[in-house]
């Protein structure tokens, strides 16, 4: 089994060069005082007004498979997925053709093939396995806000994926386990005026796992960006 190793102090440019989706972890639980530190980071990230309506609950060790084992059961007896906010679910146009050729990179590392549905199916279930991260954490707003609060909570997740890639944390953002949001309350104990809505599984990064090899590329900022001077 490959080793964590004490990832060396980077720049804020190297640590958002750097963040990437982790899809496979190392046993290793986080030191306590570096959890803590980290999410004292993310509480660091900008809101409307400062009102910071994220409510986040984290799951290690055992409870973390405990909720792995229900998030897997509940997809291999096909319980109707019931999530909090309706997603798209169908992209379109370049947008499509970006999570295409995300697909082919991350399936080729895997090794699946475009017809090999078993490996596919497979490929699926590790979303609910959490990738055997250690720890999960999920992130849920009051259910009174809406898409515009929605919006301080993306910036909360980006904050707290940056803190961990900072130091030497992985961790992948999953909109699929929130399908599932039912289970999550009543693991945590939440109330049902929260809305779930994203998982962020994190750890150590296992370099040993193929799925791991994938950089996807973003698109030139002529693309996106419009400068006027």
């Known amino acids: 089994m490959t080793n964590a190793k004490k990832a060396p102090a980077l720049s804020f440019d190297e640590v958002i060069a ?6 496979g972890f190392l046993p290793q639980a986080i030191p306590e005082a570096l959890l803590h530190k980290i999410f004292a980071l993310a509480q660091q990230a900008p809101s409307n007004c400062n009102i910071q309506p994220w409510n986040v609950a984290v799951a290690s060790g055992e409870s973390c498979k405990v909720l792995r084992d229900k998030l897997v059961s509940a997809v291999e ?3 109707t997925p019931n999530p909090d906010y309706s997603r798209t679910e169908r992209f379109e146009g370049v947008f ?3 999570q295409v050729d995300t697909a082919v990179e991350l399936y080729n590392n895997m090794n699946i093939g475009r017809d090999d549905k078993e490996g596919r199916q497979w490929a699926m279930m590790r979303n609910f396995e959490l990738f055997d991260a250690p720890h999960i954490a999920f992130i ?5 806000f809406n898409e515009s609060v929605a919006i301080d909570v993306g910036m909360y997740a980006q904050t707290l994926m940056l803190a961990m ?5 992985g961790s992948c953002a999953q909109a699929s386990v929130s399908r599932y949001p039912d289970i999550i309350r009543q693991h945590f104990g939440l109330d049902d005026s929260l809305a779930v809505l994203i998982g962020i599984s994190f750890g150590y990064e296992d370099s040993a796992i193929p799925a791991n090899r994938t950089i996807v590329p973003r698109a030139n900022i002529a693309e996106d960006v419009l400068f006027m001077g």
């Open 96 to 98: 499509r053709q970006r």
């Open 18 to 23: 750097q963040r990437k989706s982790v899809r």
């Open 165 to 169: 890639t900072a130091h030497g944390i």
């Open 140 to 144: 849920s707003m009051p259910k009174i």
């Open 77 to 79: 007896q096909q319980v």
